[in-house]
């Protein structure tokens, strides 16, 4: 049966780039959930501010068309806020919306283009995420051009059964430039993405302990970003398991590669990194499992509210990696001039935990790692803090996921892990490094198969 067509230009909707077109568009969508059907978006450049998505709508923003983000913060609904973060208040604001809506799909080849410029930089109220996704079920975003968020391009909560494919996901001009972000969200498939951004560009989390995050698939992708390619956890009041990344690229990434965080009490395990190819990534593979509460510190979930025990790190494997530094590596790397986000003394592959709660199975095959070198001895500290329980030792300085900002090897550096396989692992660098190229401590190792060039 062939779908009913509803174009926003029959609403009243006007592509002149200047009128405001939000009342007409939502107009449209609400008539199509109504009925079921396509809502079209083609040529010209809409102006609107908060959509609110429906049930049962294919909203199809065509390549001769631009849905653009109105510069006005009140066209922006006060009803879109659900933000885990403790710290970040500045991101309740939403442009398109949906809570407990199913069978959403956007696609086209168009773009919707969050007109980040009109908004502050951080620390505001007044700076609209692109998308948030709440409580829905089956939502597809295929084929688009997401530019320049204003804080986040997308938000997933609590979802489930999520298509996010062939997206260019551009979010380079304000801080928060996440491009996805998954909590607490099931069955979630990412292929053929490229995103670039000043954050994390794809973010697996666990916020809630009633919704784990599972079942996900991430493939054929390639990341740039000024902070992370792929994170893991820090949000990790919950479940986190069953992930699959394979088969990506990422270039110029100034911090991690990809980095798994279970520093709340929860759980992240079973997770299968595969065929990953980098290209000037500061330290290409970062795994902590440690305790932090810091209620006005990054990162803090809404649900902790105390120093949580120590969580679980298990049954992770990393194969097939290949990260080549350039010339390029050789220079501190900052974000918007003043924040520094890497340089050639914070680099390689870090794993770490506490002595009396290790990281359980972990798996590093075929590996080759060519970095940029050249570090001299005498500009890294004498002394490399351990990761401490912090319910224990409160006050003591501890090694956590911002802290040390240098690498005291050159290459790898691995503590207590219980049950290390590492085989067939080589490392290289442009010039020679005065740092050991790389320590094991703590660990029960399987196997230890590793070669220096």
């Known amino acids: 049966m062939e779908r009913k067509v509803f174009d926003i230009r029959d609403f009243g909707a006007k592509g002149d780039g200047i009128t405001g077109n939000t009342e007409a568009i939502q107009a449209c969508i609400d ?17 609107c501010g908060t959509l609110y998505l429906k049930s049962n709508v294919h909203l199809h923003i065509d390549a001769s068309a631009v849905l653009l983000a109105s510069p006005r913060i009140a066209d922006y609904g006060q009803n879109t806020h659900f933000n885990r973060y403790r710290n970040e208040k500045d991101m309740d604001r ?41 409580k829905c079920r089956n939502i597809r975003l295929s084929g688009l051009r997401l530019y320049d968020a204003a804080a986040w391009t997308t938000a997933f909560l609590d979802s489930s059964y999520i298509w996010a494919e ?23 498939f990412v292929r053929g993405c490229s995103i670039t951004g000043t954050d994390d560009n794809l973010c697996l989390q666990a916020g809630s302990q009633t919704y784990p995050t599972e079942d996900v698939h991430i493939s054929d992708c390639t990341f740039t970003s000024l902070c992370a390619g792929i994170r893991i956890g820090l949000k990790s009041v919950g479940t986190i398991r069953n992930v699959v990344i394979s088969n990506c690229t990422m270039h110029n990434v100034w911090r991690e590669g990809i980095k798994i965080e279970c520093t709340e009490g929860g759980e992240i395990s079973d997770i299968s990194v595969t065929n990953i190819v980098m290209n000037n990534v500061a330290r290409p593979l970062f795994l902590i499992l440690n305790n932090r509460f810091e209620p006005d510190g990054l990162g803090s979930s809404v649900e902790l509210q105390e120093m949580p025990k120590i969580g679980h790190m298990r049954r992770l494997t990393f194969s097939g990696i290949t990260a080549t530094d350039t010339e390029e590596m050789k220079k501190p790397h900052t974000r918007f001039g003043n924040d520094l986000m890497g340089a050639p003394w914070f680099n390689g ?10 990281i359980e199975d ?13 570090v001299k001895k005498e500009a890294i500290p004498e002394t490399y803090p351990k990761v401490l329980d912090k319910r224990l030792f409160p006050e003591e300085v501890s090694s956590e996921n911002y802290y040390p900002d240098w690498s005291r090897t050159a290459w790898m550096d691995i503590r207590n892990v219980d049950g290390l396989y590492a085989s067939n692992i080589r490392f290289s660098s442009m010039e020679p490094d005065e740092r050991p190229p790389y320590l094991i401590e703590g660990c029960a190792v399987l196997k230890q198969e590793i070669f220096l060039k």
Not at 31 to 40: M, W, Y
Not at 100 to 128: T, V
């Open 94 to 134: 939403c442009w398109i919306f949906a809570e407990g809506q199913e069978n959403l799909n956007i696609s086209g080849g168009g773009m919707l283009n969050g007109n980040a410029e009109a908004f502050p930089n951080e620390g505001s109220p007044y700076r609209p995420m692109m998308f948030r996704f709440l």
């Open 31 to 47: 008539q199509c959930s109504r009925q079921g059907g396509l809502v079209l978006v083609t040529g010209g450049v809409y102006v």
């Open 166 to 188: 062939d997206l260019e996901i551009r979010n380079e001009k304000r801080y928060n430039g996440d491009g996805l972000d998954f909590d607490g969200c099931n069955h979630v």
């Open 349 to 358: 592959i870090r794993v770490d935990a506490a002595d009396n709660h290790k």
């Open 362 to 374: 972990l798996t590093l095959e075929n590996i080759r790692y060519h970095s940029v070198g050249g």
